[in-house]
């Protein structure tokens, strides 16, 4: 696949840029909004090629000089701005890099284009640097700011700009696109597609571990061992599987994914739904002895477990209060 047919979903969006291009009512600014592994890096990339192509058609060729300068991101009119700063854009970086960059026509091209990655990074100075150049753009700029939340964007931005909100993929979508391009059997697929829930960059990555058979059995042994192991021993196994490429919040949804099946069984004795289907003996087990409140606490803790990490708070103090948590709301 190539062109916009490598975009999973999204087919609004898809729709709305493609006829940007046809009418040539391209607008001088975008924002992509949408969590991470949602496919706005994707989206961006092939919009950018595709004003860029000498084919001058809305979709890009992906084989003129244009399109492969574009897809080496070598293209001299097609800008990625870069920040030094992990946890921000300084004004700096926006000025040096798009306001005053901005001027210079394109080089080879109709526009020129500037791609912001987690643009919800900039400070208040740098979005207040880039709002002269989106109240007044040169008739060839388009900036595309792809963010997770639009809403660290100040108003005045957010008025200026086209808001392109990314949904959901269809679980079925994700699940045929795994099997189609990757190439991985339907049983993992399903997993994978179910456990992304319609993130698509998130199937990617656990469709793409070294092993995925390892990860997910070490997951399953995990959950129905759970109540017999040490916690010091239940860390140990969740470090581990690092090791295959996969991150501990990603396992941790693996985890949730498996107690999502344990509390719908429970509800509906119907194992049609269940995702894991290799696992009905263990869910079903599991959940005569588990209460419907205690479900819903592991399911919040291991969420919240998330949050930690994502804060940074120190693992093995997060990882002792889950599997604690957990253990003890294995009994009905």
Known sequence: ??????????????????????????????????????????????????????????????????CRRALDRN???????????PASISVDEIR??????????????????????????????AQNALLKTLEEPPEYVVILLLTSNE?????????????LSLKMVPDEQIKAYLMEEIHIPDYEAGICAAYAQGNVGKALRLASAEDFIRVK???????????????????????????FRVSVPDFLDLLALWYRDMIYFKATRDP??????????SISETAKICSYEGVEEI????????????????FDLTMELLFLLIKENMHD
């Open 217 to 243: 059995d070490s997951a399953m042994r995990l959950v129905k061992n759970i109540s017999r192991m040490e916690i010091p021993e239940i860390i140990d196994v969740v470090r581990e599987v690092q090791e």
């Open 75 to 85: 293209h001299p009119d097609i800008k990625y701005v870069m920040h030094k700063k």
């Open 272 to 281: 049609s739904r269940v995702v894991f289907q290799d696992q009905l003996r």
């Open 151 to 163: 809403q660290y964007f100040l108003e005045t931005i957010r008025s200026r700009c086209v808001l």
């Open 1 to 66: 696949m190539s062109g916009w047919d490598e975009v999973i979903g999204h087919k609004q969006i898809v729709d709305h840029l493609k006829k940007a291009i046809e009418t040539g009512k391209v607008g001088h600014s975008y924002i992509f909004s949408g969590e991470k592994g949602s496919g706005k890096l994707m989206l961006a990339n092939t919009f950018a090629r595709a004003l860029q192509c000498t084919e001058e058609t809305s979709r890009p060729c992906d084989v003129c000089a244009n």
């Open 96 to 125: 040096e890099q798009l306001v005053e960059d901005v001027d210079i026509r394109p080089y080879s091209s109709q526009y020129k284009v500037y791609i912001v990655q987690e643009a919800e990074k900039m400070t208040p100075q």
């Open 299 to 314: 399911l919040k803790a291991l969420e919240t477990a998330r949050e930690r990490l994502a804060a940074n708070v120190n």
